[in-house]
T-cell receptor, first 112, second 114 residues
Framework: KAGVTQTPRYLIKTRGQQVTLSCSPI?????VSWYQQTPGQGLQFLFE???????NKGNFPGRFSGRQFSNSRSEMNVSTLELGDSALYLC???????????FGQGTRLTVV | DQQVKQNSPSLSVQEGRISILNCDYT??????FLWYKKYPAEGPTFLIS?????DKNEDGRFTVFLNKSAKHLSLHIVPSQPGDSAVYFC?????????????FGKGTHLIIQP
């Protein structure tokens, strides 16, 4: 079966712009969570969605937001981009909350 | 404050030998633990998990041991193969409603020497 699909794979944006990243979970999975990976901070939890509702949110500013659609696909949005937002953004697919998380290949965002 | 710590940034092991990766945690509310393997420019790949009601879980060449009193877990890979060379992340979760999703360690880079 198809894995977790994240688009785009690579993205270059300018400071102050906004960006939307997309994630399609494994078929049948209803929960999606997002993580940011940077060399300094490692993998950090952004937020988790289940049945179109945000269940949990990590310690990130309000510029980071997300949503989940009825087909379980999810998007995350970062507004007013800063240089420090440059990172690998990873989406994880879960059958339901509190089960194993399966990750996509990530979107590499570079802010210049 | 790091709640999940992997104190060895790197580990070198000879092919065919046992690789032991260690992980310590501080949050006593964590009740589910996972190990992931990651190659550069790819997402983490799930390897094995363990619930806090167990002290050992085995899957093929991978075994995870959990010592709750010491707040310590380890991943054993036997025998180690060249394809095991990657960064390994330990992750933990508070399934009882913790707001932080999975908490990851900083990773250990495992290098398998031929």
């Amino acid at each position: 079966k198809a894995g977790v699909t994240q688009t785009p794979r690579y993205l270059i944006k300018t400071r102050g712009q906004q960006v939307t990243l997309s994630c399609s979970p494994i078929s049948g999975h209803r929960s999606v969570s997002w993580y940011q990976q940077t060399p300094g901070q490692g993998l950090q939890f952004l937020f988790e969605y289940f049945s179109e509702t945000q269940r949990n949110k990590g310690n990130f500013p309000g510029r980071f937001s997300g949503r989940q659609f009825s087909n379980s696909r999810s998007e995350m949005n970062v507004s007013t981009l800063e240089l420090g937002d440059s990172a690998l953004y990873l989406c994880a697919s879960l059958l339901q909350p509190n089960t194993e998380a399966f990750f996509g290949q990530g979107t590499r965002l570079t802010v210049v | 404050d790091q709640q999940v710590k992997q104190n060895s940034p790197s580990l070198s092991v000879q092919e065919g030998r046992i690789s032991i990766l260690n992980c310590d945690y501080t949050n006593s509310m964590f009740d589910y633990f996972l190990w992931y393997k990651k190659y550069p420019a790819e997402g983490p790949t799930f390897l094995i998990s363990i619930s806090s009601i167990k002290d050992k879980n085995e899957d093929g060449r991978f075994t995870v041991f959990l010592n709750k009193s010491a707040k310590h877990l380890s991943l054993h890979i036997v025998p180690s193969q060249p394809g095991d060379s990657a960064v390994y992340f330990c992750a933990a979760r508070d399934s009882g409603g913790g707001a932080d999703g999975l908490t990851f360690g900083k990773g250990t880079h495992l290098i398998i020497q031929p």
